[in-house]
């Protein structure tokens, strides 16, 4: 079974920067993909960025510009810098992580991350 963990939320001014990290465990877990994505209130879930163990990676327009992902394949671990943000960043943001064999996708819990003054 595969645990994804995620850190990093918080409260932080317009403007302002912050780091995600979520972690993959699991003995039968083969790392291919890790993501962030996001959900805010009576939003869909949206794409902010993937990262292949190849170093391919993959940015939601919200995302392009201002964030920056990257992984560390021995640890498989996922970051996420958030640069200059904006209050329409606040949301949930959600850890994907893909297992290289079976395609299977899962799930960290969320983390919180709220923009405001």
């Known amino acids: 079974q595969v645990q994804v963990v995620e850190s990093g939320g918080g409260l932080v001014q317009p403007g302002g920067s912050l780091t995600l990290s979520c972690t993959a465990s699991?003995?039968?877990?083969?790392?291919?993909?890790m993501g962030w994505y996001r959900q805010a209130p009576g939003k869909q879930r949206e794409l902010v960025a993937t990262?292949?163990?190849?170093?391919?990676?993959n940015y939601g327009d919200s995302a392009k510009g201002r964030f920056t992902i990257s992984m560390d394949n021995a640890k498989r671990t996922v970051y996420l810098q958030m640069n200059s943000l904006k209050c329409e960043d606040t949301a949930v943001y959600y850890c994907?992580?893909?297992?290289?064999?079976?395609?299977?996708?899962?799930w960290g819990p969320g983390t919180q991350v709220t923009v405001s003054s």
């Open positions: 994907q992580a893909r297992d290289a064999l079976n395609g299977n996708n899962d």
């Open positions: 699991g003995s039968s877990f083969r790392l291919y993909l």
């Open positions: 990262v292949t163990s190849g170093g391919t990676t």
